[in-house]
Structures are given as structure tokens and as C-alpha cells.
T-cell receptor
Framework: AQKVTQAQTEISVVEKEDVTLDCVYETRDTTYYLFWYKQPPSGELVFLIRRNSFDEQNEISGRYSWNFQKSTSSFNFTITASQVVDSAVYFC????????????????FGTGTRLQVTL | NAGVTQTPKFQVLKTGQSMTLQCAQDMNHEYMSWYRQDPGMGLRLIHYSVGAGITDQGEVPNGYNVSRSTTEDFPLRLLSAAPSQTSVYFC???????????FGSGTQLSVL
């Protein structure tokens, strides 16, 4: 069975601080996908990134970066120079591979980390 | 550019009532699914469908029914609502080629 653990329930930072959200996963599959979604106070779910298990390269997108380490089964998310607009709940998720059967779309979510960025 | 549309946005039910949460997508996606979001529990998969006429259970299917008569629509039925079904419900769709899940805006359901 798959499992995603986000041990940090809530994090508070002051604007411009860097913050890292942790994600640890468990799966018996050798091929899988990892995701991060953002849920702002308005409630919608915003896709941030998807990585497949073959690609361990770190990714940077503006102030966001992701560190994928298969050796520790972690897929951590760092926000550099945080801003108030980053305040949201962030979910890490995992799916099997197998695009042709739709299994890649069956996501197992972590419980989320609420990030509060204050001035 | 509608994407995934859920209705209603808010609903209050009494215990024992039935209702259907509607979900429609206009992206011709094969895959559709329903999740519920509860405080401290993240999102959990209720039911999913890999195409018209094909549905399957997710992690928490009890108390819910689904059907998929068309590619576009995937309604979620509560036959006899219970307070334990108070939650926020999200519908999602994706295509098999990209495997990216697009979510609707959610339905907040309260069962009294």
C-alpha cells in the first residue's frame, strides 16, 4: 500500500524567510509519480509539480524548488523568500505509474502542511 | 475554458436525505474521480472511473454510488446521508497521456 507522510502540520514564518515542507513516501512500486498541490484559503487545488521516479533531478521554478531523493523516499518542497501569498495548505501526493490504465491518476495524498506567512 | 465543474458549491442535508453531487468536465478526459477532504486527513479517494461505463471503488467508497454514462459527467450519489459524510468533496479528471489531475472547485457538504 502507498503512504505519504507530511509530518509538519503547521509552519509559521515571517515574510522573506525560506521554508521547507517535508514529504516522505512509501511505495512498493518501482515506477511512480510524486506531486505537490497548493490549496489557498479560497479552497481550490492548484497543481504545482509532478515528478516521475526515474527523474531525480532537482527542479527550480522561480522561488519554488523541489528536492527528490529516492534513497530517503523524500520529495521536499522549498519556498525561497516566502511571501504572504504563499500562505496555503500544501499537499504532497503519490501515484502509481501506468498511464494507459489510469493508475497514474489515483493519487494518495498526505495530510497536508498549513503554511502561514506573516509580515 | 470551464475545465472541471462541480455543483452545488454548498449543500446542507438532514440525516437520511439523498442527493447527487454533479461533476462535469469538458476536456474529453478518460479518467474521473471523487475525493473527500476532511480536516487532518488530506484527500481520500472515494470512487473513480477510467471511461464511460467503467467505475471502481477507491479508499472510502461506503455510502456513495457513482455511474459514468458519458465521458463528460461523473455524478456522486449519497443515498442516505450521514453526519460522517460532512466533508468537502472534490471531483477531478485527467487524460491518460499526461496523467495530470485537474480538480473542480469543491462542494462543501454538511449533514445535520
Amino acid at each position: 500500500a502507498q503512504k505519504v507522510t507530511q509530518a509538519q502540520t503547521e509552519i509559521s514564518v515571517v515574510e522573506k524567510e525560506d521554508v521547507t515542507l517535508d514529504c516522505v513516501y512509501e511505495t512498493r512500486d518501482t515506477t511512480y509519480y510524486l506531486f505537490w498541490y497548493k490549496q489557498p484559503p479560497s479552497g481550490e487545488l492548484v497543481f504545482l509539480i509532478r515528478r516521475n521516479s526515474f527523474d531525480e533531478q532537482n527542479e527550480i521554478s522561480g522561488r519554488y524548488s523541489w528536492n527528490f531523493q529516492k534513497s530517503t523516499s523524500s520529495f521536499n518542497f522549498t519556498i525561497t523568500a516566502s511571501q504572504v501569498v504563499d500562505s496555503a495548505v500544501y499537499f504532497c501526493a503519490l501515484s502509481e505509474a501506468g498511464l494507459n490504465t489510469g493508475t497514474a491518476s489515483k493519487l494518495t495524498f498526505g495530510t497536508g502542511t498549513r503554511l502561514q506567512v506573516t509580515l | 475554458n470551464a475545465g472541471v465543474t462541480q455543483t452545488p458549491k454548498f449543500q446542507v442535508l438532514k440525516t437520511g436525505q439523498s442527493m447527487t453531487l454533479q461533476c462535469a468536465q469538458d476536456m474529453n478526459h478518460e479518467y474521473m474521480s471523487w475525493y473527500r477532504q476532511d480536516p487532518g486527513m488530506g484527500l481520500r479517494l472515494i470512487h473513480y472511473s477510467v471511461g464511460a461505463g467503467i467505475t471502481d471503488q477507491g479508499e472510502v467508497p461506503n455510502g456513495y454510488n457513482v455511474s459514468r454514462s458519458t465521458t463528460e459527467d461523473f455524478p456522486l450519489r449519497l443515498l442516505s446521508a450521514a453526519p460522517s459524510q460532512t466533508s468537502v468533496y472534490f471531483c477531478a479528471s485527467s487524460d491518460f497521456d499526461r496523467g495530470l489531475l485537474f480538480f473542480g472547485s469543491g462542494t462543501q457538504l454538511s449533514v445535520l
